[in-house]
């Protein structure tokens, strides 16, 4: 089993900045890809951005050059640089984590709150 620990959300204004953490531990052996999702009030969970053992990444259009996904392996952690946030950013962020056996695990989410 691997646990999830987000950290790093918070309130920001339009057009700042905030890095999110996601600290793995347990079997950190077995986990293949890593990604961070959201969910804003009253939708559905979605993909933010997504990055692989070996490292390579995806993003959802709506953040494509704002956002950046990168992963520590020595420090068994997972970030996300968030930049010129606006208020469509405004969500619940989770990490979330695949096995190579295929089984997901995901942390509790950290609330990020861009104000105008």
């Known amino acids: 089993q691997v646990n999830l620990v987000e950290s790093g959300g918070g309130l920001v204004q339009t057009g700042g900045s905030l890095r999110l953490s996601c600290a793995a531990s347990?079997?950190?052996?077995?986990?293949?890809?890593m990604g961070w999702y959201r969910q804003a009030p009253g939708k559905q969970r979605e993909l933010v951005a997504l990055?692989?053992?070996?490292?390579?990444?995806n993003y959802a259009d709506s953040v494509k050059g704002r956002f950046t996904i990168s992963r520590d392996n020595a420090k068994n952690t997972l970030y996300l640089q968030m930049n010129s946030l606006n208020s469509e950013d405004t969500a619940v962020y989770f990490c979330k984590s695949t096995s190579i056996f295929k089984r997901d695990s995901w942390g509790q989410g950290t609330q990020v709150t861009v104000s105008s």
């Open positions: 990055i692989t053992s070996g490292g390579a990444t």
């Open positions: 347990g079997a950190i052996f077995s986990i293949n890809a």
